[in-house]
Structure formats: structure tokens, C-alpha cells
């Protein structure tokens, strides 16, 4: 049988079948009264209403309900109402949007988590290497070698401080991102947290020569944050202000007020960042100097875990920085009386 499913089909349907229906009535209404006309014109009219209906709603109400429906258990927002087609427009285009924009960041996800295996196994196939090279070198006979077993067994275990540094820096990024909503937001001394990041480094400070200075000049010691969250930045901060600090430099850690916040900044007088990196500071494994940053135990992904904390916290790290002059890292937290 010929299927009726296609705009064409269903008008050459619908006219044939008004046209003969006219026609019978045509015929009937020969030569009767003018009460009997107005009772088949009546007919007419119900029946051709009766059939349209029929036909809109079987061959189009019911099928676009159907591709509606199937949308809207995708969408799980709107309640499926009475349905109107320029709504039903509407809304299959933007579910159409939003399903492209979903895979769109599903497929940068991906391409970004494989970027993020290729780099993580990369940085840690060198110090493995080198550990196997120097252990490889002992059991050939180098062991017996005073010359140089103690100093390979001081490489290998440079680099094994190396993986440690790697894995533990993973750790605190993986922790950050599976317990994302978990700040634990609280009033705190931050003066004090900066004090003990200070005190905590100062030993690898003075190794470089650097003096750490801090200075309160906001008008409260307290904030609103999560307190070891913001004394890890701290560490990262100061310790990167140290490690690419020139000898006999000076790390600033400054506290202003902004109205309802309190400006944190950590400046130094160091090597500085030329104005490209400063762009791309914030990726994970990325370094200025890969073999300088190696060389000082650095891992690459100090500031990606600055970025991550102070996000978390609704607000965003900032640095300046200019080519042999030094940087300064800020970010804001909410001042509490
Ligand atoms: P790393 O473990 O290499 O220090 P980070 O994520 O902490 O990794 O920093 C990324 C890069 O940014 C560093 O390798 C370095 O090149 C640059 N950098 C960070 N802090 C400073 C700073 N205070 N002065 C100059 N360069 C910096």
C-alpha cells in the first residue's frame, strides 16, 4: 500500500478527499431546500475540520511529540507541556547547542588529559633513566670504584628526590581537582600563615643569599580562606621567589587594603619572566628554563597548584614581571574584622 508520509502525498490526499466529499454533497444538495443546504454546508465544514485535524495531528502533531519527547528526557529541564511547534523548534535548537558545546569540551577534556599522561610520564622517564644509568654503571663494576660510587649513588638519589617532588606535586593537584568542592572556608590569621611559610624557608633562603621580608599594611590580620590551602601557596610562591632570586636579593610579602579584601602580594627582585612565558606560567610542567628549573629540584607544576587554590577560592593570581628586574605574584581574599 502507497504510504501517506511525505507534504506531497498528504495534500493530494486531503484534496481528493474534500473534493469528492464536495462533490457528493454537491450532487445530494440538487434542487433541496435552503434549510437542507445550510445543513450539508454545516456538515461540510464539520467533517472537513474533522479531517484536517485528523491528518495535522496523526502525520505531524504525533511524530514531532515523539522526537519532543526524546529531546526532552535528554534536556531533564522543561516540563513537557502542551506542545506548540514554534516552541519545539526553539528548543530542539538549543539542545542541539548545548549537545555541541558538551562535546566540544568533552573533546578538549580528552585532548588535554592525554597532553597531561604524555607530559607526566615524559617527566618522569628522565630521572628513571638517569637512576638506571648510575645503578646500571655500579653493577659494572663502578661500586668498587671509590671515585665514583658515592658519587652515583648521590646522583640516582638526586633523582629519585626528583620523582618524589613529581608525585608528591600530582598528589596536591589530584587532591585539589577530586575534592573540588572542598575549601575548608575559614576565618584566619594569615599574617601568622605567612610568617610560618617564612620561617620554613628562610634556611633556603639564606642559602641564596635572599632575605624575606613581610609587612602587614592592610588594616586587619584576618581573612576568609582555607588556611593550609593559602599557606601552600605561600610556600610555592616564596620558594619560586627564591629559587629564581638572584644572590643577595630580596622577596617582599606585602598585605594592602581594597575596600572589602585584602591584596596579597609576593614580590621579588630576581631573574624575571620575559613577556611570551608570562602567558603560559600557569600550565602544568611549564618552565622558562626547563634545565634551570630541573636543575633546582623544580617541578613545573608549583604554580598550576597556586592557580588551582586561589580559583577555588573565587578569585584569580596575577603576576608582573619584567626580564631581569623580578616579578610579583598578587591575588585578593576577603578581609573579617
Ligand atoms: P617550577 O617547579 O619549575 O618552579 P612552577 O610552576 O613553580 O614550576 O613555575 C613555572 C615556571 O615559572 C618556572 O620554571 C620559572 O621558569 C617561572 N617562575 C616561577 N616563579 C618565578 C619567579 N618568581 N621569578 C622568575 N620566574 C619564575
Do not use: C
Amino acid at each position: 500500500m502507497m504510504k501517506i508520509n511525505t507534504p506531497i502525498k498528504i495534500a493530494i490526499f486531503l484534496s481528493v478527499f474534500i473534493f469528492l466529499f464536495a462533490l457528493i454533497l454537491f450532487y445530494l444538495a440538487d434542487n433541496q431546500s435552503d434549510n437542507v443546504i445550510l445543513f450539508f454546508l454545516l456538515l461540510f465544514f464539520l467533517i472537513t475540520v474533522s479531517l484536517i485535524y485528523y491528518v495535522v495531528k496523526r502525520f505531524f502533531h504525533e511524530k514531532i511529540k515523539v522526537v519532543y519527547k526524546n529531546i526532552y528526557k535528554f534536556k531533564g529541564t522543561s516540563r513537557l507541556q502542551d506542545l506548540d511547534v514554534e516552541n519545539v523548534e526553539k528548543e530542539a535548537e538549543d539542545w542541539a547547542n548545548q549537545q555541541e558545546k558538551q562535546m566540544k569540551k568533552l573533546q578538549t577534556d580528552e585532548n588535554y588529559r592525554r597532553e597531561f599522561i604524555g607530559n607526566v610520564s615524559h617527566e618522569l622517564k628522565t630521572p628513571i633513566f638517569n637512576i638506571q644509568g648510575y645503578v646500571q654503571t655500579l653493577l659494572d663494576g663502578g661500586i668498587d670504584d671509590s671515585d665514583v660510587n658515592l658519587k652515583f649513588l648521590k646522583r640516582a638519589n638526586k633523582s629519585v628526590e626528583r620523582m618524589i617532588n613529581i608525585v608528591e606535586d600530582l598528589e596536591v593537584i589530584s587532591k585539589l581537582e577530586t575534592d573540588k568542592e572542598e575549601l575548608l572556608v575559614n576565618k584566619f590569621d594569615i599574617s601568622l600563615v605567612a610568617r610560618e611559610a617564612i620561617d620554613q624557608l628562610e634556611m633556603k633562603a639564606n642559602k641564596s643569599n635572599i632575605s624575606l621580608v613581610f609587612s602587614n599594611e592592610s588594616s586587619t590580620d584576618f581573612v576568609m580562606g582555607d588556611r593550609d590551602k593559602i599557606q601552600q601557596v605561600f610556600m610555592n610562591l616564596i620558594s619560586n621567589s627564591i629559587k629564581y632570586g638572584k644572590d643577595g636579593g630580596e622577596t617582599r610579602v606585602r598585605f594592602f587594603d581594597m575596600e572589602d579584601n585584602m591584596m596579597i602580594e609576593v614580590a621579588d627582585n630576581g631573574i624575571g619572566i620575559d613577556e611570551d612565558s608570562l602567558s603560559r606560567l600557569f600550565e602544568r610542567f611549564y618552565r622558562v628554563d626547563k634545565n634551570r628549573s630541573r636543575e633546582i629540584g623544580g617541578t613545573g607544576l608549583g604554580l598550576a597548584i597556586v592557580k588551582h587554590i586561589v580559583e577555588a577560592h573565587n578569585q584569580t593570581i596575577n603576576v608582573r614581571s619584567t626580564k631581569d628586574v623580578g616579578s610579583t605574584f598578587s591575588f585578593i581574599l576577603e578581609k573579617v574584622k
